[in-house]
């Protein structure tokens, strides 16, 4: 299989299990309205598609938003695209952290990885502040408000993500994993 294809594969396979995170966590919301959190981990998918292939692997947090534009009750059709896949697609502006750290270095050091999160959620929230600045309302009430009402997942986003990093291959720079590999496959 070419890098090309196994790439595609890898992030289809990632997005389709972040739509899933969304569906269980919209599900979840509906069904304990009062708990007070709305728990999804398809950022967290995003997040890891992004250190696997870097900007490529942006497109699964988006497209798992897509979602929420079809299902979510309140708000009109506009402002669900605003809040959700557009906003979401601010993920990318993390991907500027790479040109800085390398991103086996964000698996290395779990002070990079706590950075790694904060990063992501501080770029979706700007994109939630750009589409309320387009909907004519305070976008930094709105971020504030986003970074709070997703505190508790960004919590739990940061302790699987300190777990997750200790797994071999998987938050890992695949096109240079996969030449590593391929070289000591050759080797023995």
Same mark, same amino acid.
């Given at each position: 299989? %070419?890098? =090309? =294809?196994?790439? &595609?594969? $890898? ?23 009062? +708990? ?5 981990? %398809? ?23 897509? /979602? ?5 009750? %309140? ?28 991103? $086996?270095?964000?698996? @290395? ?5 706590? @950075? ?6 501080? %770029?979706?929230?700007?994109? =939630? ?11 930094? &009430?709105?971020?504030? @408000?986003?970074? @709070? +009402?997703?505190? /508790? ?13 200790? !797994? $071999? ?9 996969? &030449?590593?590999?391929?070289? !000591?496959?050759?080797?023995?």
């Amino acid at each position: 299989m %070419s890098l =090309k =294809k196994y790439r &595609q594969v $890898d992030i289809l396979i990632l997005t389709v299990i972040a739509i899933v995170c969304e569906v269980v966590g919209y599900l979840a919301h509906m069904r304990y309205p009062d +708990a007070g959190f709305y728990l999804s981990f %398809s950022i967290l998918l995003c997040m890891i598609a992004m250190l696997r292939w870097g900007i490529w692997g942006c497109i699964v947090y988006p497209v798992a938003g897509l /979602f929420m534009v079809f299902t979510a009750q %309140s708000g009109q059709v506009l402002e669900k695209i605003l809040m959700y896949p557009v906003a979401n697609c601010f993920i990318v502006l993390s991907i500027i952290m790479f040109r800085v750290v390398k991103r $086996d270095d964000i698996r @290395l050091d779990a002070g990079l990885t706590v @950075l790694y999160v904060l990063v992501c959620y501080l %770029s979706i929230a700007i994109g =939630k502040g750009f589409g309320l600045l387009l909907l004519g309302e305070r976008p930094i &009430q709105g971020m504030a @408000l986003y970074l @709070l +009402a997703e505190l /508790f997942n960004i919590i739990m986003v940061f302790i699987v993500m300190l777990f997750l990093r200790k !797994r $071999d291959g998987l938050m890992r720079d695949m096109p240079t994993y996969l &030449q590593n590999n391929k070289k !000591r496959m050759k080797v023995i």
